[in-house]
């Protein structure tokens, strides 16, 4: 049963992902990554993660995939060129990408790791649950937890300022 | 399911993702491919949390998170501050920097 459900979400994963790259338009893109998030919900779930399964979709399939179909209608969808402006990019990236994805799967099979083989040790019923997560992160990881808060805060006084009303004198700036 | 299975999906995850940054030329389909990168490093940190069955890694997961958000929030209004100055939006018209 898990093994079904692992290669379920596993296409679902690759496929999004595929989907992300593929799609000419940016809409379907955005769409695509939401498919490609919920199936790595449901893998993190098999993984016993509720919690970061619960925050993928609630903060990354919620709340950023609405940030980015709003800046997609914002924007427009502009194609792109269909040229390559390096002779054969797309056929070097491909090569490029087996190679890189051969090299991270030998060595990570292939490393000592006896451990990978199996389902990992059997672990008591809370873990990975709300309540031992904000354990670890009230209690020993305090520190990361309030830079990241701060961090956030920082991006988004960021973001504003980018993307705010255009001051005078500001008005050209366009390369052509 | 042995955690193999996991590291290797997200291995094929990755490459997926850096294919996608290596091929497109739209900025804000470069931040999704980036998104598909960040999130194949966090599918890596949770089997590997289950691995050793260490919740640790879960809290290193969230973290990457917070990153990706901090990422998005800053590249898309970097887009929307380009799409205003009337600029392309395409990597390889915006090179007025490149040496």
């Known amino acids: ?11 679902g994963a690759v496929g999004g992902a595929i989907g992300v790259v593929a799609a000419r338009n940016p809409f379907y893109s955005v769409l695509a990554l939401i498919a490609h998030l919920f199936s790595l919900a449901v893998l993190f779930l098999l993984l016993t993660s509720a919690f970061v399964a619960a925050a993928q979709v609630v903060v990354y399939a919620g709340a950023v995939m609405v940030l980015y179909v ?12 269909k040229w ?18 051969v090299e991270i799967s030998a060595a990570v099979l292939s490393s000592g790791l006896r451990a990978l083989s199996t389902h990992g040790p059997d ?3 809370g873990f990975g649950d709300p309540a031992a997560i904000g354990n670890l992160l009230l209690e020993k990881f305090l520190v990361p937890f309030e ?13 504003i ?13 366009a390369s052509k | 399911m042995n955690i193999n299975w996991y590291i290797v999906l997200s291995a094929l995850l990755f490459t997926i993702g850096a294919t996608g940054i290596l091929v497109r030329r739209s900025p804000m389909v470069i931040l999704l491919c980036l998104e ?32 990706a958000a901090c990422e998005v929030v ?22 007025r920097l490149h040496g």
Not at chain 1, 87 to 100: C, D, E, T, V
Not at chain 1, 161 to 173: D, F, I, M, S
Not at chain 2, 56 to 63: D, I, K, M, R, T
């Open chain 1, 1 to 11: 049963m898990e093994a079904v459900i692992f290669f379920i979400a596993a296409i």
């Open chain 1, 70 to 81: 709003f800046v997609v209608a914002y924007v427009g969808s502009a194609q792109e060129a």
């Open chain 1, 84 to 101: 390559d402006p390096v002779p054969g990019q797309r056929l070097f990236a491909g090569l490029l990408a087996f190679f890189l994805f």
């Open chain 1, 123 to 125: 672990v008591p019923a």
């Open chain 1, 147 to 159: 830079a990241s808060s701060v961090l956030l805060l920082i991006a988004a006084v960021g973001a």
């Open chain 1, 161 to 173: 300022v980018l993307a705010g009303r255009k001051r005078q004198g500001e008005a050209l700036g």
């Open chain 2, 36 to 67: 598909l990168m960040l999130n194949a490093g966090n599918l890596a940190l949770v089997a590997f949390s289950r691995e050793v069955g260490n919740q640790q890694g879960q809290v290193f997961a969230l973290v990457v998170m917070v990153i």
């Open chain 2, 74 to 95: 800053v590249g898309l209004g970097l887009i929307v501050a380009i799409f205003r100055r009337k600029l392309p939006l395409d990597v390889d018209d915006l090179r």
